[in-house]
């Protein structure tokens, strides 16, 4: 059987892989929102679309920001692996994956209204949300297995 400490190596490092994919697609996620963003409200005609698409991506810009806020608290649940920053991380992350999921659901409006004539970087946008819904689902999953 192994150890109380060798299972909290596994655990910190099956979770530590998860927390570094969820970094570099909330990071990206938070770079092309605040692009679109922008572009939006300037009249940009390179960032053109419905009122879905400016939805889509304020929502998927707060997504952004609270996995990003969930990483950093899952980077502290690295650091001491307890039951209590356990249950912050989770909690944490419910939030996360719940603005991820709705973010998920403007993106498959906006794609079904304004499919033709999109921007390369908002269907960018539109995988990378629908990717960190899946990893932040597994991370969510892998932390409420382990409590």
């Not at 979770?15 to 969820?22: D, F, K, Q, R, S």
């Not at 938070?30 to 991506?57: E, K, R």
């Not at 249950?87 to 603005?99: D, P």
């Amino acid at each position: 059987m192994a150890s109380k400490k060798g299972k909290n190596r596994t655990n910190a490092g099956i979770a530590g892989a998860l927390l570094v994919v969820n970094f570099a697609l909330y990071l990206a996620i938070l770079g092309i929102s605040s692009w679109a963003v922008n572009g939006l409200l300037d009249g940009n005609p390179d960032v053109q679309g419905s009122v879905a698409t400016f939805t889509f991506v304020a929502v998927a810009l707060l997504a952004g920001i609270v996995g990003i806020a969930s990483v950093f608290v899952g980077f502290l649940l690295l650091k001491a692996w307890t039951s209590e920053t356990v249950s912050s991380s989770t909690a944490i992350g419910y939030l996360a994956l719940l603005f991820s999921f709705l973010a998920v659901g403007f993106a498959a409006k906006d794609l079904s209204v304004t499919a033709i004539g999109k921007s390369v970087e908002l269907k960018v946008l539109d995988g990378l949300v629908i990717a960190v819904a899946a990893t932040q689902l597994l991370f969510v999953g892998f932390l409420t297995s382990r409590i």
